[in-house]
């Protein structure tokens, strides 16, 4: 199956930046939507964004809009997570996940429904102090 491995999180100060990574020895064979999600303890996933990786298709939450960028290197089997101007609510731990069989340009609300994915890095943490 897919494996994903997530890493870069770590403790930043409040307007600090961070870039995550996740990388997949398989993601040169992925034609999906993938997505990158945050968790806060005792909290629901929450999508923070997504992109097609066959298509230009991107979504951003509102929350992070203007501050992360989601972005993607095929040839180093990697997405990234640019984060700038991080805020304290940024704090959790952040997934990578990868649909199976879909596409974010057929899915508006792939930001969404953490449930429709099907495969999922272990998380790194992202700690903003204020």
């Known amino acids: 199956q897919v494996e994903l491995v997530e890493s870069g999180g770590g403790s930043v100060q409040a307007g600090g930046s961070l870039r995550l990574s996740c990388v997949t020895s398989?993601?040169?064979?992925?034609?999906?939507?993938m997505a990158w999600f945050l968790q806060a303890p005792g909290k629901e996933r929450v999508g923070v964004s997504a992109l097609d990786t066959d298509t230009p298709t991107k979504y951003v939450a509102d929350f992070v809009k203007g501050r992360f960028t989601i972005s993607q290197d095929k040839a180093k089997n990697t997405m990234y997570l640019q984060m700038d101007s991080v805020k304290s609510e940024d704090t959790g731990m952040y997934y990578c996940?990868?649909?199976?069989?879909?596409?974010?340009?057929?899915?508006?609300?792939?930001?969404?429904?953490?449930?429709?994915?099907?495969?999922w890095g272990q998380g790194t943490q992202v700690t903003v102090s204020s």
């Open positions: 398989q993601y040169s064979l992925l034609s999906n939507c």
């Open positions: 996940a990868a649909g199976l069989g879909w596409l974010c340009i057929d899915d508006i609300q792939a930001l969404g429904n953490a449930s429709k994915y099907t495969y």
